[in-house]
Each structure stands twice: as structure tokens, then as C-alpha cells.
């Protein structure tokens, strides 16, 4: 087969992507680098980096388990990859040669043919999975409802994966909706309130210098990796440094992306179902919160800026119990010892000794930076635990 011309120009991270495939790296680990690096440079938002990287994954899953080559590996992540984001198709291109490069024999060119229909397969059967509808939105302007937030007052961010995407695997959005909050009228209401207002403020006085970096470390905007990317370049650091099998990687990453979108379909269910107001709202409308225990503070302004979505559950939290939860099964335990890095902290680490103590220090970050209750966090990490559960018992 004749391999398609460059059409594109490459991007300004080509050589970032296209640096040296490092020593443990095969086509699954190489594909997921350079597809993330594009869905960066992009700003993709959180939500539709999950469900990229579950088709880019589910393709490449479904070529391994027929071919169980590279080639095959290669076939459908390039065609994902340039299906998906076309605007990058020259970088896809580079990386498709060089992976080509490497292999030799009679079955390379039917495997990668085997792993292009693969590919296509996953994509058209997601063609019509309500990603890309549009759901209209009023904000209520009642106390404890959702509106918009400053410095920017965005309008509510994908409100349609909330009721009209189609999960991967979970039979509905609904499936594992999160229960109530606490009432605005209630203790814990106020004991959560009264923390964030204190601790999470962009002039606290009280949050420390360690927490500050940790609301930074993990705040992983658009512009970053995402949430589910960050857990996807953990599970690449774990996956590279036990040099694992490409069965077995390709089928950790099939499954991780698969929990990863449907943990963000699930969130979202229970986001938009309680319309629940962010911190920001909440501090400086105190006053008409029906609770005699909370004290307004006008001028009140979060850490970091505020996501443009409803507060509860914690989506960071959700997408880190769901990742820890996958990956500790997969990797035969929540007792593991690594360093993370991170797109807003170029050059930090932090170090873990086991997944869910991660996963509770993403959630726990949140809180620090101003944008969620901590009820929130406990919440969104229940719910990705779940939803991390029911995707094993149905993949695995």
C-alpha cells in the first residue's frame, strides 16, 4: 500500500512529538504521547480529550487483539489520530514513517491495513453520540444555583454530555448519579463553606505555601493536558517502567480512556442535574444562603480562576478515583511508588507511594484553589470509583 503524501504543515511542537521514541516506549505508549501533545496544543477541552483518547485507544485495542503487532498499533493510531485532529495530520504523518521504519516482513502492510479499518470502525460507531450537539441553558438566579462566574462569566461549558451523549459503557448518564449535597441550611453545608471561603481564596492567609502548589500542580486547564491526560501520562510513566507486554499495554489504555469519558459523561450527569453553585458565587451571596453559620465576603475571588460549569461533583476528583481505581487493578495494586509532573509546573514533581493517595491529592487540590466544596471532591471520587468499577467488570 502507498502510504498517503504530507498535506499539512507541522506544528509548532513537531519537535517535541517527534523527539526520539525513549527506550520502553512501543507504538501504544508512542501514539498516546504524540496525540495528547496534539489535543494540548489545541486547548481541547476536558471532556472531548477523554473521548479522543478512548477512540484513539478502542481502535488501537481492537487492531492489537486481531494482529498483535506494532504495525497494526500503527495503522490505527495514525488513522485515529488524523481522523480525529486533521489540522495535525503532517506531525501524524512523520510519526506513522517513523514507526514504519522499524518493522519488516510479509504481514506489516496488511496488519497496518488491519489496524486502519479498526480504527475506522471505533470512529464511525461514535459518529452520532450526541459529542457535538448543542443543548441550550438559562442559569437559574436563585440561592445555591449555578451562574456564571468572574473574572470572565463564561457560559456554561458542554452542558450536552450531561443528557444527550452516549456513554462507551455505562447503560446511561445516570447510571451512577451522585446524591444531593448538603442543604444550604444545614452544618455541613456551612463547615465545607467555611472552609473553602478561608482556605481557598486568592488572599488566604491561611493556605500554605504547600498548598498553594498543589492547587497549581493539579489545576490542569485547557491548555494543559486535562485531567484525563495528566492520568494518561502517569499511566505511561507506570506502563513504560514495568516494560509490559503490547497486549497488556494496549488493553490498560483501552480501558483507562474508556472509564475516562464515561467518567466524564457521569460527572456531568450529576453537574447538570444539581446546577449546584461554585464557591465564587457562594462567598459573596452569603447572605442569601438561608444559613445563619455563613458570613458573606464581598470581593470573595477563588485561587484560580473558576471552570465554566455547575460546582458538584468535583470533575478533577471524579476522573482521579476512576484512573486510580483502573489503574491499580490493572497493575495489580494501589501500592505504587512514582513521580508525576505537570503542564502548570514545568519542572516540579511530586512523589506517591500509592494511587489513591494521588487521586486524593488531585480532589483535595480543588479545594485549596477556591473552585469546590470539599463535599464535592469526596463526591466526584466516589463517583469515578464506580464508574471505574463498572468499566472493568465490562472490558477486563
Known amino acids: 500500500m502507498k502510504l498517503p503524501p504530507v498535506r499539512t504543515l507541522v506544528f509548532s511542537l513537531a519537535a517535541v512529538l517527534l523527539a526520539p521514541r525513549a527506550t520502553a516506549e512501543n507504538a ?44 497494526a498499533v500503527t495503522g490505527a493510531g495514525y488513522t485515529a489520530a488524523v481522523l480525529l485532529l486533521p489540522g495535525h495530520h503532517a506531525v501524524f504523518e512523520n510519526l506513522r514513517d517513523e514507526e514504519m521504519k522499524q518493522l519488516a516482513g510479509d504481514t506489516v502492510m496488511p496488519d497496518f491495513q488491519a489496524g486502519e479499518k479498526a480504527a475506522r470502525e471505533i470512529i464511525t460507531s461514535r459518529e452520532n453520540d450526541g459529542s457535538s450537539e448543542h443543548v441550550s441553558y438559562v442559569p437559574k438566579f436563585t440561592p445555591g444555583m449555578w451562574r456564571r462566574t468572574p473574572p470572565f462569566l463564561r457560559p456554561p461549558e ?65 491548555y494543559t493536558e486535562t485531567p484525563s491526560g495528566h492520568w494518561n501520562s502517569i499511566a505511561r510513566t507506570l506502563v513504560e517502567e514495568r516494560k509490559l507486554p503490547l497486549r497488556e499495554c494496549s488493553r490498560i489504555f483501552a480501558v483507562l480512556n474508556v472509564t475516562m469519558v464515561d467518567t466524564g459523561i457521569a460527572c456531568w450527569d450529576s453537574k447538570y442535574h444539581y446546577n449546584a453553585w461554585r464557591p465564587a458565587t457562594a462567598v459573596q451571596g452569603a447572605a442569601d444562603d438561608g444559613n445563619d453559620a455563613t458570613a458573606p465576603e464581598s470581593g470573595w475571588m477563588p485561587m484560580l480562576n473558576t471552570p465554566a460549569h455547575p460546582e458538584y461533583p468535583s470533575g478533577h476528583s471524579a476522573f482521579s478515583g476512576a484512573a486510580a481505581t483502573v489503574l491499580a487493578e490493572m497493575l495489580g495494586g494501589d501500592q505504587v511508588r512514582f513521580t508525576v509532573r505537570a503542564d502548570a509546573m514545568p519542572g516540579a514533581e511530586r512523589r506517591f507511594e500509592s494511587l489513591s493517595a494521588c487521586a486524593k491529592e488531585c480532589g483535595e487540590s480543588r479545594v485549596f484553589c477556591g473552585i469546590h466544596f470539599r463535599y464535592a471532591c469526596d463526591a466526584g471520587l466516589e463517583l469515578g470509583k464506580k464508574v471505574g468499577n463498572a468499566v472493568l467488570a465490562s472490558m477486563k
Open 158 to 222: 458542554l452542558a450536552q454530555w450531561a443528557k444527550e451523549v452516549q456513554p462507551f459503557v455505562l447503560k446511561t448518564p445516570d447510571q451512577f448519579r451522585c446524591p444531593p449535597p448538603p442543604a444550604l441550611a444545614s452544618a455541613d453545608y456551612a463547615t465545607a463553606y467555611d472552609e473553602v471561603r478561608s482556605i481557598g481564596g486568592k488572599n488566604s492567609a491561611v493556605r500554605t505555601s504547600e498548598q498553594s502548589t498543589i492547587a497549581k500542580f493539579w489545576s490542569d486547564f485547557s
Open 28 to 71: 501504544v505508549l508512542a501514539w498516546n504521547r504524540v496525540v495528547l501533545l496534539a489535543l494540548k496544543e489545541d486547548a481541547t477541552p476536558p471532556l472531548l480529550v477523554a473521548r479522543s483518547l478512548a477512540i484513539l485507544h478502542l481502535g488501537i485495542d481492537r487492531a492489537v487483539k486481531e494482529k498483535g503487532s506494532e504495525a
